[in-house]
């Protein structure tokens, strides 16, 4: 039995010492010269009990209660063991949780410092520091709460122990007392019968007479009497004698074997349950004692004259005093030093117009110079100047051997000194001029004035007509990927009808959309959309030219071909596989068709950039152009509608990750 190593000292007779043992490794935090020096306690010694007090004790315990009171006080002892064990416990899951939440929070301080939109510099090297501190606070935290768990367990399992013995002992040292007891109350019963009877005899044989008794013989005589009684009174001193001896035997067994066996084994018990719960509290003492000692060494270190340099550990007040703001404010300023906006813009400067001025130039009409303004500020927007944010990486490449777009014409002055160009080819044997995969051929200036709005328009020959006319055709006669009727539109809605509201889903007039077609049927070069007279001051009406050009392709725009691939990918659920989709059938398309439409998406994205002015967003462009760009007359158009508007849609939302800006 491990009791015996447990229990501090057995006084007389087995009885536990009142002292509870020391803990030789309980560290000190007694110190010097900033030390912390470890002293080892003296061993407690367990005070001398006097000749009175064993008397005392020993007059209890050894007598007829002194087994059931030891049982009681046992009972106890086990009762504060498991209490504090339970308390152990307790304290352990609080400090594990403790020491978790410590973790989680050093994780987090870890990534907030990380992120870019916190402080760096000096304040970002302290946090992270503050993080280390919480890393060894919650160790501490940890190991104590495991320690305190171990205690727990142990501890458990002793006064499982513990209380197995006492009731072993219990029965035991019972039935050896309940044994003495029934005995000798045996022997009090014989004895009562003996007096009684030995009573009656002394009776008779005084002469004290009483009435005979009958029986079946008649009435005894006072001499049957006397010899009857006096058989039963020795018969009954008999037995008074032997139930006493036996009395006797019992209790000089029990006094001298059972009660000092069965008081032994228990206060042997009560001193090793005691023994261990008093060792448990001294280590819950210690352990307490480490944790504070050691977080507060891990806060603030002792420092010596030999660690007392930059290499020695640093408290936390050493590391939060470190944070230098004034060099992390301009560390971060002098960061940006390299960008190139950090330069300070230049001044305005006043400058006099040479007619104030009293120059003699030229004076340029003011209708011209402000439709040269307004091309120059708003067409380099639209289609060389546009600044979108880098596509994704998962895009298809742009196919490099696409025909890029071509800028929009230059208008030549109205006034030039150039001889304008035959609005015919020459029937001569000259060669025909080089195709322009760049941009349109330059146009001459018109050389006959539009006539005036009305229903009675003049009709002109189509010399080179545009509309009915496929794509690859008007690309292999005129050299220019993207058909001029296209671009003179263009112009023409973002000059003046950018911000007008249901641009593309208000009808024109059809008189003057008939007219116009006319105009480009007959030469397309000689049309120009920067003077808004040239096309009636009706914006809407060129937006009906443009969708009227599409619809007569003999080839839609996105092909006959590809007409089942782009609606199947249409059906796509996903996002990003229906945009990866549509991006691989844009980039299979003819280089005509794939030329047009980039311009053609580029222009319709400028439009739904103003939608809070014209009320066309990306889904409502999408219904005006989706039949119109498909393909009206496609097999089963009706039924995909709306796949078709979707196809719109998903490439318009997706500008600038299916086509490069680069106009």
């Known amino acids: 039995m491990s009791s015996v190593a447990m229990a501090d000292a057995v006084v007389h007779d087995g009885a536990p010492a009142l002292s509870s043992p020391s803990n030789p490794d309980r560290p000190s935090s007694a110190g010097s010269a900033g030390q912390l020096a470890a002293v080892e306690p003296a061993p407690a010694q367990p005070p001398v009990l006097s000749d009175e007090m064993k008397d005392r004790l020993d007059k209890v315990i050894y007598s007829d209660i002194g087994v059931a009171t030891l049982l009681t006080r046992l009972k106890q002892s086990v ?209 307490n004692e480490k944790l504070l000692l050691g977080q507060g060494l891990s806060i603030s270190p002792l420092k010596d004259a030999a660690s007392s340099g930059a290499a020695g550990p640093r408290s936390l007040y050493d590391v939060v005093g470190q944070i230098d703001n004034q060099k992390d404010f301009q560390d971060f300023i002098l960061s940006y030093e390299g960008n190139p906006g950090a330069v300070a813009s230049e001044q305005i400067k ?99 004035s539009l006539p005036p709005a009305g229903n009675g328009f003049p009709s002109l020959p189509p010399m080179k007509p545009v509309f009915g006319v496929s794509l690859d055709d008007l690309y292999a006669r005129d050299g220019t990927a993207v058909p001029m009727i296209v671009y003179q539109c263009f112009q023409a809605v973002e000059l003046f009808g950018l911000d007008m509201e249901g641009i593309y889903r208000l009808s024109g007039s059809a008189n003057h959309i008939n007219h116009m077609k006319s105009l480009f049927d007959n030469d397309s070069s000689q049309v120009d959309f920067t003077n808004p007279e040239s096309f009636f001051h009706d914006v809407n009406s060129v937006a009906g030219l443009l969708k009227q050009f599409f619809r007569d392709l003999p080839d839609p725009l996105f092909t006959l071909q590809y007409y089942s691939d782009f609606v199947n990918a249409a059906r796509i659920d996903d996002d990003i596989q229906r945009r990866d989709s549509l991006h691989a059938l844009v980039n299979n398309l003819p280089d005509a068709h794939y030329a047009t439409l980039r311009a053609l998406i580029l222009h319709l994205n400028k439009i739904q950039e103003h939608y809070t002015e014209n009320r066309m967003n990306a889904g409502n462009i999408a219904i005006c152009f989706g039949p119109t760009l498909l393909g009206a007359n496609s097999a089963g158009n009706i039924a995909d509608a709306g796949w078709q508007v979707r196809v719109i849609e998903t490439v318009l939302v997706n500008t600038f990750q299916i086509f490069d800006d680069d106009f």
């Not at 949780?97 to 987090?108: D, F, T, W």
């Not at 019968?193 to 007479?209: C, F, I, P, W």
């Not at 051997?401 to 150039?418: G, V």
């Not at 060669?431 to 018109?446: H, I, Q, S, V």
Request: charged share 25%.
């Open 79 to 287: 009762a504060s063991a498991r209490d504090f064990s339970t308390l152990l416990k307790k304290r352990s899951s609080l400090e594990e949780e403790h020491a978790q939440g410590l973790r989680k929070l050093s994780r987090s301080i870890h990534d907030a410092a990380n992120r870019s939109e916190n402080r760096q510099g000096t304040y970002s090297h302290s946090y992270n520091e503050l993080n280390r501190f919480h890393d060894r606070m919650a160790d501490h935290g940890q190991q104590f709460a495991v320690s305190l768990q171990q205690m727990a367990d142990d501890l458990h399992e002793l006064s499982s122990n513990i209380e197995r013995g006492r009731k072993q002992w219990k029965q035991t040292g019972l039935s050896a007392e309940k044994r003495v007891s029934e005995a000798e109350g045996s022997a009090e019963k014989a004895k009562a019968k003996y007096d009684s009877l030995a009573e009656q005899y002394d009776r008779v044989k005084t002469g004290d007479k009483q009435g005979g008794k009958f029986g079946l013989k008649g009435p005894k005589s006072a001499a049957q009497h006397e010899e009857e009684l006096l058989r039963k009174v020795q018969n009954a001193d008999g037995d008074y004698a032997s139930k006493v001896q036996a009395a006797q035997t019992a209790r000089q067994e029990l006094v001298t074997t059972h009660r000092p066996q069965a008081v032994f084994n228990i206060q042997q018990l009560i001193a090793e349950c005691d023994s261990g719960l008093s060792l448990q509290l001294q280590k819950f003492a210690t352990f």
């Open 350 to 448: 006043y400058e006099r117009h040479p007619t104030l001025a009293g120059s003699s130039g030229p004076v340029v009409p003011s209708s011209q110079t402000n439709a040269q303004r307004r091309q120059s500020s708003i067409l380099p927007q639209s289609f060389s100047q546009q600044q979108l944010a880098s596509p994704p990486t998962s895009q298809p490449p742009p196919n490099p051997d696409r025909p890029q777009a071509p800028p929009y014409p230059q208008q030549p002055e109205p006034y030039s000194s150039q001889p304008a160009q035959p609005p015919y080819p020459a029937t001569s044997g000259t060669p025909p001029p080089e195709k322009n995969l760049m941009g349109p051929p330059p146009m001459a200036p018109p050389s006959v």
